[in-house]
């Protein structure tokens, strides 16, 4: 089981790491988008780089998870390459045609949203990148099926690392403003497509055979409602603060969500070492158990980062952007709680992934949705960027405990629920007392609150969160490291 547990827990730090640093990149960049842009320029380019978001989606068409699973099953390599074809030639045709009927609708799509033509070149090439990256995906994807961990994370640094100097061309250099970002991101994804192109060179063929097709299709085509809802519960509050309140509310909540990206990164770094984590746990002796371990660590992981992110996210916010972002700050700890949230949801995804019911994912994931845009349409015109928040924690709730329930009628895992009531009392007592009590900014209340976050450290172990065998591993490991 520990074996396992820690593969696992090496995929996902390869991966975690090299996203971490992509992200750090990215996060240097808030500053100068949030001073060049302003609030209202830089929801603007919210609103293009989610609908961006929702292309892709839309038009890989689960083909990229469907592939993932097929893939690790198959038998034969030769299977392997006919399923490999048949995913890539359906997006590519799919892909291609979205594109060229979004083109022809570009000036329409920017009249609507921004009420100004001048807006088409910017969202042609949103639809431009949303093909590269459609095709991009399945190389990913197969780099995942793969756990070529490594290489999957050095194309998406590629990808993000060329976009970030063009960004600082275009942006600082040209003045461009969310045009040249938008530019620069398409070369950045360009750049990923001719390294994936390298990896897949040899073994990609174009074919649609239906017998392999089918099979993908069948499993994937059900995760596209889901993906839709999933990114409904991520964005739709976006495009409702556009509409009920104003552009800057979308920019405030815009900021605090890049903040938030060191916890999305960790869950993202999750999810993808995951799937083939999953189906290996699966065919083992102990597998739930393994399972209900996989939760536990998850959240104490994901809840050192609440805590931590929560106690300074006022210094943080101030030390990258203007005082009209200033809200951000309050708005953060309840996107990290999203992001935790959707982590343990992708857990409770175990028993319908590796039965193959994905049929009823959808139905949970538009609950959630449900929930998530009636409290956005109560809570918004009252709250304005704090209600969106709070109604995105509330339609979490709801995905997750909908999920909860199917995987444990279908496939039952003894979660270990003690410890897990044990450290969410410990997380609310540190939020307390780091995030309400000491909130405010000052030299004092910092040294206070690092004090608070070191004592938490024995609390863990003091507080029964740890159980038995991991006190002895822990224990084990302090002893080795004393003698060294």
Request: charged residues 15%; aromatic residues 10%; without cysteine.
């Amino acid at each position: 089981m520990f074996y396992r547990l820690k593969q696992l827990g090496r995929q996902s730090a390869v991966y975690g790491f090299f996203d971490a640093v992509g992200r750090l990149g990215s996060l240097l960049l808030v500053p100068l988008y949030a001073d060049r842009l302003g609030a209202a320029g830089y929801g603007s380019l919210e609103l293009l780089q989610i609908t961006y978001a929702l292309g892709v989606m839309l038009v890989v068409m689960g083909m990229n998870s469907s592939l993932t699973r097929h893939y690790l099953l198959a038998e034969s390599e030769e299977e392997r390459r006919r399923y490999l074809a048949g995913s890539f030639s359906l997006v590519l045709v799919v892909a291609a045609a979205a594109t060229a009927i979004l083109w022809g609708l570009s000036p329409a799509i920017a009249r609507l949203v921004e009420s100004d033509v001048s807006w088409t070149g910017a969202w042609r090439t949103v639809f431009l990148t949303m093909f590269v990256d459609a095709l991009g995906a399945m190389g990913l994807a197969l780099l995942r099926a793969r756990e070529q961990a490594l290489r999957f994370s050095l194309v998406n640094l590629t990808r993000l690392f060329t976009s970030l100097l063009f960004n600082l061309w275009f942006l600082v250099g040209l003045d461009w403003g969310v045009e040249g970002i938008l530019r620069a991101n398409l070369l950045g994804s360009v750049a990923a497509l001719l390294l994936l192109a390298v990896q897949m060179g040899r073994e990609l063929r174009f074919s649609l055979d239906g017998a392999y097709v089918g099979p993908l299709v069948r499993f994937g085509f059900p995760l596209i409602a889901s993906g839709i809802a999933t990114f409904g519960m991520n964005n739709a509050n976006r495009y409702l603060l556009r509409i009920l309140s104003t552009t800057e509310d979308v920019g405030v909540y815009a900021l605090a969500f890049k903040v938030g990206m060191v916890m999305s990164l960790t869950v993202t770094a999750f999810t993808l070492a995951w799937p083939p984590a999953l189906f290996q746990i699966y065919k083992t002796p102990h597998a739930k158990e393994t399972y209900a371990k996989v939760l536990t660590y998850v959240l104490l992981v994901t809840s050192a980062l609440l805590v931590g992110l929560t106690s300074f996210r006022r210094e943080i916010v101030d030390f990258i952007s203007p005082p009209e972002f200033a809200l951000a700050a309050d708005v953060l700890p309840w996107i990290l709680l999203g992001n935790l949230l959707y982590g343990v949801f992708n857990i409770f995804l175990t028993g319908p992934v590796v039965l193959g019911r994905t049929r009823s994912i959808p139905l949970v994931v538009w609950l959630g949705l449900l929930a998530s845009v009636a409290l956005n349409l109560v809570l918004i015109p009252r709250a304005g960027v704090m209600g969106a928040a709070w109604a995105t924690v509330g339609g979490y709730v709801v995905m997750a405990g909908g999920m909860y329930l199917f995987n444990q009628k279908l496939y039952p895992i003894p979660f270990e629920w003690r410890r897990v009531a044990r450290l969410a009392v410990l997380v609310g007592i540190l939020v307390v007392i780091n995030g309400v009590l000491l909130a405010e900014p000052s030299l004092r209340n910092l040294a206070l609150k690092i004090g608070v976050l070191v004592a938490a450290v024995p609390a863990l172990y003091f507080a029964g969160v740890l159980d038995d065998e991991e006190k002895k591993r822990l224990m084990g490991r302090l002893r080795t490291r004393l003698r060294k």
